[in-house]
């Protein structure tokens, strides 16, 4: 049985759910990257838990508002510094490394070559020194963190520049006004081999391809619960299984990896 996904505004949610336990059904607010690309929902799945769980598509920040609000039980998050400050307020809060994949930087055909064998810092530089168009979510996202701390490391500050384009919305969409506007996008490797634009961006061939990993980390409070067993499935053996397994399917490759033990 396949896990029922729901993509919702997240306000209207924290304005209308009285709470996950009211329908019997433990919440999982996750990135809107592996929402996007089926990988939640895949899981979800190949699981024991599917009848028990329902996935929200949310930011980063917004899945960690759910979480604390108590409209939803499980967080899956790849914002490291948003994560840490959460955890430092919330020092009951439970968290385990669940699985990663790495972050790109892709463009248009025509101009991706002419970044290959660049840093990712160099080549953000050199974006901004030509003034090719940048789109970027700015919201409050892994993404945009992982985004922002490379315009940090380049020395270049893109905010008000006029070549720059700001979505504030999640992935699919962002990747489709970088299609129209032939612009460069950093994101997530998993979601751009889910989305049907793939074929009309190019991976810029980075020097430094891995040095920008894209690890996701799962958040609760209660222990004994449908998503604390999920939790540790996804670092057993049969977790790992699925995992490979869904890469295949979902990809015909490995792009996310198992990295909870």
Wanted: with cysteine; proline share 5%; charged share 20%.
């Amino acid at each position: 049985m396949r896990t029922r996904i729901v993509l919702a505004l997240v306000p209207l949610i924290l304005a209308s759910c009285g709470g996950p336990q009211a329908a019997n059904t433990a919440v999982i607010a996750a990135g809107t990257t592996v929402v996007d690309n089926g990988v939640v929902e895949y899981l979800v799945a190949e699981s024991q838990f599917s009848d028990s769980l329902s996935v929200i598509a949310a930011t980063s920040a917004e899945a960690l508002t759910l979480l604390d609000q108590g409209a939803a039980d499980l967080a899956i998050v790849h914002a490291p510094d948003r994560l840490a400050e959460f955890l430092r307020q919330n020092p009951q809060a439970q968290f385990a490394t669940l699985f990663e994949s790495r972050f790109i930087l892709v463009g248009p055909p025509d101009k991706a070559g002419l970044l290959d064998g660049l840093s990712a810092p160099e080549a953000f530089a050199k974006i901004a020194s030509r003034g090719d168009t940048f789109v970027t979510r700015a919201d409050g996202s892994g993404t945009y963190e992982s985004e922002s701390k490379v315009w940090a490391e380049s020395g270049i500050d893109p905010t008000g520049s006029p070549w720059l384009t700001t979505t504030g919305q999640g992935m699919g969409f962002t990747l489709q006004v970088a299609v129209d506007r032939d612009a460069f996008i950093w994101v997530e490797e998993g979601t751009l081999e889910g989305s049907p634009l793939a074929a009309r961006l190019r991976t810029v061939e980075l020097a430094d391809a891995d040095a920008y990993p894209n690890t996701y980390v799962g958040v609760w409070y209660e222990s004994g619960t449908s998503v604390a067993d999920f939790v540790s499935w996804l670092g057993s053996p049969q977790g790992e299984s699925a995992i490979r397994s869904m890469n295949d399917a979902l990809f015909g490759r490995q792009v996310v990896i198992q990295t909870q033990r």
